[in-house]
């Protein structure tokens, strides 16, 4: 077992160099880890976080000031434990002997998932634990060890992971790396096995483009604008209600969140009027509710401000969902209302960027294929959300978009189903993790073939070349 080495804040670009050849070099003298090691290593990251839940609450809400404690149980301590819990519950049967092949006579072929050695980790502060501890069940599955560099904008709670870590593992098993980005960007740079980014996709390119100069591959998980496509036939207060609930889970700081809709113009006052009654009901107070979270800092809340105001400046509607009379505008408690803006158009600030707040642009569209067109003139988003029961209209949107997953007559759910690969595609994203498909992607698809004895595919490619042989060869292509 190694000695419990502990890197310092800010550490330098040599000594994160240093302790990522420490890991790499202690894979190499223990090997592809058994699947005993994999699971003590699985299970011991669950008892981390289910014994130090309150702990880790107690950091999280410190660092965004108010943050819900349930939110946090469900996404940042029961979402990661039932992640680490599949991948213990398939392990064996992912790991079992691979099905051979016989691709020649007597010749024999097989794929085995060797571990890729050592997996880094940058995770984002809006989930702080759960994207930190969560990406470990693939790592850990397919046998890698992992090092975690935490996000420097939720300090206490980064501070409680580096803390729990170092009690549960060595440091050539994991460990974690604190610090600003001066420090991401040296992390980014190290010759890891492979990299997962969890975060911007405006970062994301300077995490792709440090990496490459290593030819380490990434994972990038981003985010981008999710949109909600209304059907004519969707029913409005279910629309509200699942739409509003993600919306405001985290205050709307989620990669998935719902970023804006697309509705028939005719549906649109109806549409606001379910979004006030559904508000009313799951927060009938909001400045002293601990149920509602607040943005992290202050800089995130006057970000919001200032996306409302220019949409307001530019004419559209703004519909603040608070509680009547409820007074938010303290900067001190930097909790933004749910706000819904009506009309938004392309020359505001809430259509070009990622909102990541409960701010929801409402934009009208005459006809389905009007906000087909709307999507696809933009990036790839991380999910569309489309509300209908018209299995065609559900069958169009498929087909003629591309988004990393679509959800119909939800939001965000598929996130927390480990069966369901996660990821995005262009802007949105760069491979999958979860379940099976994290397994593979932290994995070398190694393949392995044993010659038969006498050498027959060999034998096609060894000189001297006969009339007989290249009969052969015509033979095999005409067959």
Not at 233 to 250: G, H, P, S, W, Y
Request: hydrophobic content about 40%.
């Amino acid at each position: 077992m190694a000695t419990n080495f502990i890197l310092p804040p800010d550490p330098t670009a040599e000594q994160i160099g240093s302790q990522v050849q420490v890991m790499k070099q202690a894979q190499l003298r223990s090997g592809p880890p058994s699947i005993g090691v994999r699971k003590d290593r699985i299970k011991r990251s669950i008892d981390m976080l289910r014994t130090h839940r309150e702990t880790l609450i107690d950091a999280v809400n410190a660092d965004y000031g108010t943050r819900s404690r349930h939110q946090t149980l469900v996404a940042d301590i029961l979402a990661p434990i039932e992640s680490l819990r599949y991948n213990l519950e398939h392990l064996e049967a992912w790991m079992k002997a691979p099905t051979q092949i016989e691709p020649f006579p007597g010749v024999k072929a097989w794929v085995e998932y060797q571990p890729l050695g050592v997996v880094g980790i940058i995770s984002p502060w809006n989930f702080p634990v759960h994207l930190a501890i969560g990406p470990l069940a693939s790592a850990f599955a397919a046998g890698n060890r992992a090092i975690i560099k935490p996000s420097e904008l939720t300090p206490q709670t980064s501070e409680v992971v580096a803390d729990l870590i170092s009690r549960y593992f060595d440091s050539d098993e994991l460990t974690t790396v604190k610090g600003g980005p001066e420090t991401a960007a040296a992390f980014s740079a190290q010759p890891f096995d492979h990299l997962i980014f969890t975060g911007s996709t405006q970062v994301a390119h300077h995490v792709m483009r440090a990496a490459s100069e290593n030819l380490v591959p990434v994972t990038l998980e981003l985010g981008g604008k999710s949109p909600v496509v209304v059907g004519h036939d969707a029913d409005l207060r279910c629309v509200a209600e699942r739409i509003l609930t993600m919306k405001t889970f985290n205050a709307g700081q989620i990669c998935l969140s719902p970023d804006y809709v697309l509705i028939h113009a005719s549906r649109v006052d109806e549409f606001v009027g379910q979004a006030k009654a559904t508000i009313a009901q799951m927060y009938p107070t909001m400045r002293d509710n601990p149920d509602y979270t607040a943005m992290l800092n202050v800089r995130g809340f006057e970000r919001q401000v200032a996306l409302v105001e220019d949409a307001r400046s530019k004419g559209a509607k703004i519909a603040n969902l608070s509680p009547a009379g409820e007074d938010l505008s303290d900067v001190g408690l930097h909790k933004m209302p749910p706000t819904l803006v009506v009309g938004a158009t392309d020359s505001m600030r809430v259509t070009q960027e990622e909102i990541f707040g409960p701010v929801l642009p409402v934009i009208a569209c005459q006809t389905l294929d009007e906000a087909i067109a709307y999507i696809n003139k933009r990036p790839h988003p991380l999910a569309i959300y489309h509300f209908s029961e018209d299995e065609s209209e559900r069958a169009k949107v498929d087909a003629l978009t591309s988004s990393g997953a679509l959800i119909v007559n939800d939001a965000a759910t598929h996130v927390l189903i480990d069966a369901l690969p996660f990821g995005g595609v262009g802007a949105s994203g760069m491979g999958h993790y979860h379940g099976e498909y994290g397994f593979r992607a932290f994995s070398n698809a190694k393949p392995v073939l044993l010659q038969s004895a006498g050498g027959e595919s060999n034998l096609l490619m060894r000189a001297p070349y006969s009339t007989e042989l290249e009969a052969t060869l015509n033979g095999m292509i005409d067959a």
